[in-house]
């Protein structure tokens, strides 16, 4: 069983920058593949980025277009996004998600945990 607690999300201008943390519980972190979906009024969840066990593998949205970075720190039992040139198309409920494989994937329903999620909001 993992918990995951996200943070980070707020109001920013675009163009902005913000970070989005989340934190597990358990000893086992670094087993699981983690990923990032965010999901806006009226529209499905959708994929954002993920990262292997090790960090040594990233995807992304091709919407982040760069701008975007994810990053993990077993250690700490964290995982991180990294968001810059924030537009306002960004603003959505963002949820970190957990999935005990080793193969990485875009599909939400693949993910076994998911935390309660954090909004950010961008403003024109």
């Known amino acids: 069983q993992v918990q995951l607690v996200e943070s980070g999300g707020g109001l920013v201008q675009a163009g902005g920058s913000l970070r989005l943390s989340c934190t597990a519980s358990g000893r086992t972190f670094s087993r699981y593949v983690m990923g990032w979906f965010r999901q806006a009024p009226g529209k499905e969840r959708e994929f954002v980025a993920a990262i292997d066990w090790s960090g040594g593998s990233r995807y992304y949205a091709d919407s982040d277009q760069g701008r975007f970075t994810i990053s993990r720190d077993n250690a700490r039992n964290a995982v991180y996004l990294q968001m810059s040139s924030l537009k306002p198309e960004d603003t959505a409920f963002y949820y970190c998600?957990?999935?005990?494989?080793?193969?990485?994937?875009?599909?939400?329903?693949?993910?076994?945990?998911w935390g309660q999620g954090t909004q950010v909001t961008v403003s024109s």
């Open positions: 998600a957990a999935d005990d494989t080793v193969v990485v994937s875009r599909a939400a329903p693949l993910y076994d945990y």
